[in-house]
């Protein structure tokens, strides 16, 4: 690693550890001909996953988006920050082990609608209203009535 102090390109190791997310590896490193020290951070490069969406584009995976998703589904209900990013981190996890390089835009909302389901029944109603573009009310209703039922533990119970 080339020091940023003095442009050289020797440096040792002087301690190494796992981030808290565990995705990449920081290590504090000292200049051999400076000796000052400095922190980089290693990460597995991903290759590059794309989604494909419902008009057949394709575009590079952004964990960003599904992010934001969550959080406008999620915004003013006891939902933390925490959630929503242990959440998010699964969807990108599980979008990543498809190991085709692609995903499509249908995969990925259903993995985020399942989480958002086991955190939140109103945030997962609010991402499906979007996500599954529900046109009329008829189309809402069916999908709290599914989600009554789910919750009812018997699927075949009517109201």
Known sequence: MRCQFCNCMESKVIDSRP???????????????????????????????????????REPFEAKKVRM??????????????????MCA????????????????????????????KVNDVAYVRFAAVYRKFTDLGTFMEELQRLLNENKGDPDHEE
């Open 90 to 117: 699964r969807v990108e996890q599980a979008a990543y082990r498809t190991g085709d390089g692609e995903i499509s835009t249908e995969s990925i909302g259903e993995m985020v609608m399942s989480e958002l389901k």
């Open 19 to 57: 981030t808290e997310e565990g995705n990449s590896i920081r290590r504090r490193r000292e200049c051999i001909n400076c000796g000052r020290r400095f922190t980089t951070y290693e990460k597995i490069e991903t290759l590059p996953l794309m989604v494909v969406k419902r008009d057949g584009r």
């Open 69 to 86: 998703g969550m959080l406008h589904a999620c915004e003013k209900l006891p939902v933390s920050a925490q959630q929503i990013e242990e």
